[in-house]
């Protein structure tokens, strides 16, 4: 177990330096979620859960700082418990939810205490040493690495027995309560979205993304291109409208 | 999509220049030496876009990207400032507090070294930058965080759901393909077009960000039908025959009803600023209750 923990503690260090700095999203549980699978040696699992819990975080972006609970050790942790103990990959959101909220309060901590940094940093400005600056940025991805590399080791190496033993003695109807909790998860994420994207005028795309869905059943990629189409259709129309205004004075009607 | 009016732009703007401000540590607003340096290369502005990776390293609250955004402007100052003293004057200036979208920054990170390189004065650049990090913020939110993620994300989760590797792989294709061809693409395009760049931009703002919550809402009406999990084993007497609920009442009606009725009801909550946390917390007693009562 110890070179499996190490190795998930790797991933783990790795994308939390994506989760800020490359931001290629590997960092995202769809990604981890089959690593950490490969690692334990059931990628399918993995593969599985991490595309669950990556509907779960879906709509929690960082946005405007305002932090989400933390989506690296939210899927690793999730994902890997879900394999250890061989729960349901719905039941893992409930494990992976409490880590991840407690990560990011550590993560505010990092960020408060990176403060006094600056003042050094004003210091080399004023020497106008560079080296120094860069120095600083490379001090702080050590730092971040190291941080989640920590916090992923300890839970897993210490902590997959004890869940398993949890998961053993646990009546029927919790497990099956986590796993129907874990399919309206989502919900959440979509109403992050919702909160920020949703107005009055954009009722009508969103009833037609819902009904493609609902009764057509067209997968995800074929809304998405129905959304692309409304959206050109809608452009192109504007700009025309925009064209025609001056020639308007006349009252010509292009039959419209 | 959450865009203020201009009014409020320069509202915010003002307070992003007092909040710089308050962290400066800039004495002199000229550089000593005044004639225009020479032409960055195309290299060094696709240096200045790698190094724009680690914009975050050094995150913190009280300058947030300030120390990352100096470590990706560094070699190219280095290149324009050949003394010691306006080197340090440069610094300074950009050790203030800077927080804007780390995708979109590439594109101030070019305007700022357009006008560094012209020797402009150090308050007009620091006018520059504010005015530029916010509605960047906003658009990078709107493009990147709300339509370009959940789209690629929904995509790949399709694919994974049903067992496929290529669902992960797809998604890091295209979310990169698009994030590392804006990064480089609008580098070189803030440098080469300076201060001109911010009006084009604004021109387009508005159109792109309505485009992008058109697609992006058609998607999450498709996602709550796809992905949201409801459904009620409830199975009422009524005299001699009995009702599956789920079954004989709520499918006739409309399909995937219960997913949606439940999202907008998690929507009223979120809409109301109820923490997603406690909504978490909500769900999973309900997910226990239900299970434990037997009608879910």
């Given at each position: 177990m110890l070179f499996e923990a190490l190795m998930i503690a790797l991933l783990a260090g790795i994308a939390g330096v994506d989760l800020f700095n490359g931001l290629t999203h590997m960092h995202r549980p769809l990604i981890t979620g089959p690593i950490v699978g490969f690692i334990?040696?059931?990628?399918?699992?993995?593969?599985?859960?991490?595309?669950?819990?990556?509907?779960?975080?879906?709509?929690?972006?960082?946005?405007?700082?305002?932090?989400?609970?933390?989506?690296?050790?939210?899927?690793?942790?999730?994902?890997?418990?879900?394999?250890?103990?061989?729960?349901?990959?719905?039941?893992?959101i409930g494990i992976a939810v409490p880590f991840a909220v407690a990560v990011q309060g550590l993560i505010t901590l990092l960020f408060t205490a990176f403060s006094p940094v600056m003042h050094r940093c004003d210091e080399m400005a004023a020497k106008a040493d560079w080296k120094g600056i860069d120095r600083v940025n490379y001090m702080g991805m050590s730092i971040l690495f190291s941080f989640y590399f920590i916090l992923a080791f300890l839970p897993i190496f210490f902590g997959a027995e004890q869940a398993q033993t949890v998961v053993e003695v646990a009546p029927e109807w919790l497990m099956s309560g986590l796993g129907v909790a874990g399919g309206l998860m989502p919900a959440i994420g979509f109403s992050m979205l919702m909160k920020i994207m949703f107005k009055q005028s954009y009722i009508p795309y969103f009833i037609v993304g819902f009904l493609a869905a609902a009764y057509l059943e067209l997968p995800v990629i074929a809304i998405a291109l129905v959304g692309i189409a409304i959206a050109l259709a809608d452009y192109f129309q504007s700009s025309r409208v925009a064209a025609q205004v001056p020639q308007q004075a006349g009252g010509v009607n292009d039959g419209i | 999509m959450a865009?203020?009016?201009?009014?409020?732009?320069?509202?915010?703007?003002?307070?992003?220049?007092?909040?710089?401000?308050?962290?400066?540590?800039?004495?002199?607003?000229?550089?000593?030496?005044?004639?225009?340096?020479?032409?960055?290369?195309?290299?060094?502005?696709?240096?200045?876009?790698?190094?724009?990776?680690?914009l975050q390293a050094s995150f913190n609250y009280e300058r947030m990207q300030a120390a990352g955004w100096l470590y990706g402007l560094i070699p190219s100052l280095r290149k324009i400032h050949k003394n010691d003293e306006d080197l340090s004057r440069s610094m300074k200036l950009h050790m203030e507090f800077y927080n804007t979208h780390p995708f979109l920054v590439t594109f101030i990170m070019g305007i700022v070294l357009a006008m560094e390189k012209s020797k402009e004065r150090l308050s007009v650049i620091r006018a520059i930058k504010v005015a530029t990090m916010g509605p960047m913020g906003g658009i990078g939110d709107a493009l990147f965080w709300l339509t370009l993620l959940p789209i690629c994300a929904a995509l790949g989760i399709s694919l994974a759901m049903e067992g496929s590797l290529a669902g992960p792989v797809l998604f890091l294709v295209l979310f990169n393909?698009?994030?590392?061809?804006?990064?480089?693409?609008?580098?070189?395009?803030?440098?080469?077009?300076?201060?001109?760049?911010?009006?084009?931009?604004?021109?387009?703002?508005?159109?792109?960000?309505?485009?992008?919550?058109?697609?992006?809402?058609?998607?999450?009406?498709?996602?709550?039908?796809?992905?949201?999990?409801l459904n009620t084993t409830l199975v009422l007497e009524v005299g001699q025959a009995t009702v599956a609920l789920q079954q004989d009442l709520f499918d006739p009606i409309m399909p995937k009803l219960l997913p949606l009725v439940f999202t907008l009801g998690v929507f009223s909550f979120i809409k109301r600023g109820v923490s997603p946390l406690k909504v978490i917390g909500g769900i999973v007693v309900l997910g226990i209750t239900g299970a434990y009562l037997g009608f879910l």
């Open positions: 334990l040696g059931d990628v399918q699992t993995g593969l599985i859960t991490g595309a669950s819990l990556e509907l779960v975080w879906m709509g929690m972006a960082p946005l405007a700082g305002a932090q989400p609970p933390n989506v690296v050790i939210g899927g690793i942790i999730g994902v890997a418990f879900a394999i250890l103990t061989q729960a349901e990959p719905q039941a893992a | 865009f203020e009016s201009t009014l409020e732009m320069d509202a915010k703007a003002e307070r992003m220049l007092a909040k710089a401000e308050a962290t400066s540590t800039v004495v002199a607003d000229e550089y000593e030496d005044q004639a225009p340096a020479a032409e960055l290369t195309r290299k060094d502005i696709t240096r200045m876009a790698w190094r724009s990776l680690a393909a698009v994030h590392f061809g804006l990064r480089f693409g609008l580098a070189h395009y803030g440098y080469s077009a300076g201060t001109k760049a911010i009006s084009a931009l604004k021109e387009h703002t508005q159109k792109l960000s309505h485009a992008a919550t058109i697609v992006g809402l058609t998607v999450v009406g498709g996602l709550i039908a796809t992905f949201v999990n």
